[in-house]
């Protein structure tokens, strides 16, 4: 990893943002386990299995209600994926665009998908020019891709957040930066997280009902 990508990382997603990065997260995790507790179908083992699911789904809406109401500073919007078969959050900052993943551990990679592999593309450098050294900013690309990582323990503490620049064509990393720690969280005891707040929790449900409801008649109109 080299200190000049993680330069370019904290440009575009800066420490002072580190705290609220954090919370966010946090508090999807806290909307998922909430309703997955309160929604009988969703406490059985097949919901269990897709605990982690639910948690990075609950995280990118509360990032993006965050962008929307100004606690975070950056652009984030729904987007198709390049398969049109679902949806992601795409969040732009700066020379950036990121998506938000879980992965097992803070230098792991997330499962492959063909979006995240299209997407690190954009960070293919070509360092040497007939054999001789560019320098960085003659070989920097219109827009680096980065992953906001996470994951929480059964309890729903966060294990690790990070920032995170792949390499193109190599599961390495550019750079990498764990902004727990800045966030003032060195390490992750197990504990239970205090419960949502009562009208975040019922906006998220109704968000997920309604959009629910859309899919639904969607496929009705296509038969």
């Given at each position: 990893m080299s200190a000049e990508f993680e330069d370019q990382l904290r440009g575009a997603f800066p420490a002072?943002?580190?705290?609220?990065?954090?919370?966010a997260l946090a508090t999807g995790v806290s909307l998922a386990d909430d309703m997955r507790r309160n929604t009988p179908w969703l406490t059985t083992s097949i919901g269990n299995d897709h605990r982690g699911l639910f948690r990075r789904v609950a995280a990118m809406w509360q990032f993006r209600q965050d962008c929307l109401n100004g606690s975070l500073p950056f652009?984030?919007?729904?987007v198709p994926n390049t398969?049109?078969?679902?949806?992601?959050?795409?969040?732009a900052a700066a020379d950036f665009e990121a998506h938000i993943v879980r992965t097992d551990t803070e230098g792991a990679f997330p499962q492959d998908a063909p979006i995240r592999q299209?997407?690190?593309?954009?960070?293919q450098l070509d360092l040497f020019n007939d054999g001789k050294v560019?320098?960085?900013h003659e070989i920097a690309p219109d827009k680096y891709y980065a992953w906001l990582s996470f994951n929480a323990d059964l309890t729903g503490?966060?294990?690790?957040?990070?920032w995170c620049m792949p390499e193109a064509n190599r599961k390495v990393f550019l750079g990498r930066i764990?902004?727990?720690?800045?966030?003032?969280t060195l390490s992750v005891e197990p504990h239970v997280p205090p419960p949502p707040d009562p009208t975040t929790a019922m906006k998220f449900k109704l968000d997920v009902v309604e959009r629910f409801m859309d899919t639904k008649s969607d496929k009705k109109k296509q038969k």
């Open positions: 002072s943002t580190d705290v609220a990065v954090v919370r652009e984030a919007m729904e398969t049109g078969s679902s949806h992601l959050l795409n969040i299209d997407k690190s593309l954009s960070n560019v320098p960085f503490g966060l294990t690790h957040v990070c764990n902004i727990m720690r800045n966030a003032g």
